[in-house]
């Protein structure tokens, strides 16, 4: 079979496009959606922080994860809460706000290279092929990562809000300002996507796909 490959391809190309836009369009509205609720969404924010910060301390004392891990965790997720003083609005040249970055970063690599292992040594100790390791399942982990690692980080990313020349539009010298004079702030999805887009159209301006006037 020569052809029918060829279509799994393209559907697998088609279906992931189509996955994208549909969590950019689920970020985008999350983002108004803690625009509009902003209140709310901090005082909801606080307390998963706080929450996953306690579930950190129990899966210490009770299931046994590495301590220095787990304070590794903890200290990150406090310092996730200092980004909460401002709420929602954030500098990306903040200190804190990279150091907040570099964290979520730095906890994947660590807690992977954990369970990693953990799954290895489990492993290494079966003595027949009959033998259950008992190690954390892929839901298990998956969990893991998403709650403790990434929640906190990726609520963030969608509620903080950046003014609107924060990223320059490509093609200007100068970022946009708004015509009050005063700096818009919006959510740092939107910022980035409008960049995006902003970019996407004026490669096809220059390469004559589109007229000057035309909107992307």
Known sequence: MWILP??????????????????????????????????????????????IIGLQTILWLIDGLPFTLSLMSIVSHVVYLGNMRRFPFVRLTDPL????????????????????????RSYSRLSNIYDQPDIPSFAEIASYF????????????????ASDNV??????????????????????????????LSGIGEVSRMAGWKKPEDRF
């Open 146 to 161: 998403g709650i403790c690692v990434w929640f906190i980080p990726f609520a963030l990313f969608v509620s903080l809000s």
């Open 167 to 196: 990223l320059p539009t490509m093609g200007s010298e100068q970022p946009s300002s708004s015509t009050d004079g005063k700096n818009k702030r919006q959510s740092i999805v939107k910022v980035g996507v409008d960049y995006v």
């Open 6 to 51: 060829l279509v799994g391809y393209l559907g697998s190309i088609v279906g992931f496009c189509f996955l994208t836009l549909a969590i950019a369009s689920g970020l985008y509205y999350l983002s108004e959606l803690v625009e509009e609720h902003t209140v709310i969404a901090k005082r909801l924010l606080t307390q998963l922080i706080f929450g």
């Open 97 to 120: 706000f990279v150091v907040s970055c570099v964290l979520v970063l730095v906890n994947h690599y660590f807690w992977f290279r954990y369970f990693s292992a953990v799954q290895q």
